[in-house]
């Protein structure tokens, strides 16, 4: 989601975004992983506005999925899909951001976060579909995907906030990658 926000926001004329997407696929391309980077923690770059409206969207997201889970377990299909789609569609940054607030974003963040952040969005709406389509085992596959780049983004640019996942060994892989 914040990726596609700050790629609505660039100016069409403007060649950076174009050449933040094919420096970002070249990476991909080459191997390198957000994991691998060992990042810094994001949050003490972001202003104080944008610290709130991330948490707030993180903890959407996590109350969703902690349904999504009960959903599945008890074959709940519609909660599901409605769930998946929720997550996939969490505006809560995009409806309150000002251009100001996208400019510092884009500023405080690496490509890499952004896009782990795309990647799960992508991932939820495959979920959506799984649950409309009453796929169970397409559901738990994508919701231990979802979690795996939760982790993954967790443990490399939210270590502050979370200190379990700092050393933790997480594969290359989560948190990246065409959906499976």
């Given at each position: 989601?914040?990726?596609?926000?700050?790629?609505?926001?660039?100016?069409?004329?403007?060649?950076?975004?174009?050449?933040?997407?094919?420096?970002?696929?070249?990476?991909?391309?080459?191997?390198?992983?957000?994991?691998?980077?060992?990042?810094?923690?994001?949050?003490?770059?972001?202003?104080?506005?944008?610290?709130?409206?991330?948490?707030?969207?993180?903890?959407?997201?996590?109350?969703?999925?902690?349904?999504?889970?009960?959903?599945?377990?008890?074959?709940?299909?519609?909660?599901?899909?409605?769930?998946?789609?929720?997550?996939?569609?969490?505006?809560?940054?995009?409806?309150?951001?000002?251009?100001?607030?996208?400019?510092?974003?884009?500023?405080?963040?690496?490509?890499?976060?952004?896009?782990?952040?795309?990647?799960?969005?992508?991932?939820?709406?495959?979920?959506?579909?799984?649950?409309?389509?009453?796929?169970?085992?397409?559901?738990?596959?994508?919701?231990?995907?979802?979690?795996?780049?939760?982790v993954a983004c967790h443990s490399t640019y939210v270590t502050d906030r979370f200190?379990?996942?700092?050393?933790?060994?997480?594969?290359?892989?989560?948190?990246?990658?065409?959906?499976?």
């Amino acid at each position: 989601m914040l990726y596609t926000i700050l790629i609505r926001s660039a100016p069409t004329h403007c060649g950076r975004g174009r050449r933040a997407v094919i420096t970002l696929g070249t990476l991909v391309a080459l191997g390198v992983s957000a994991v691998s980077l060992a990042a810094e923690p994001v949050r003490p770059g972001l202003t104080p506005k944008l610290q709130g409206l991330l948490m707030e969207e993180m903890i959407q997201i996590e109350l969703a999925m902690q349904e999504v889970f009960s959903a599945i377990v008890q074959g709940r299909h519609t909660t599901v899909a409605e769930k998946g789609q929720s997550i996939h569609d969490s505006f809560i940054l995009d409806q309150s951001m000002t251009d100001e607030d996208r400019q510092d974003l884009k500023a405080a963040v690496p490509a890499e976060f952004l896009q782990m952040d795309a990647y799960l969005h992508e991932l939820s709406a495959s979920l959506a579909e799984a649950g409309r389509t009453e796929d169970t085992p397409r559901q738990v596959e994508l919701f231990g995907r979802m979690t795996e780049s939760c982790v993954a983004c967790h443990s490399t640019y939210v270590t502050d906030r979370f200190e379990g996942l700092e050393t933790s060994d997480v594969p290359a892989e989560w948190g990246l990658g065409p959906l499976p």
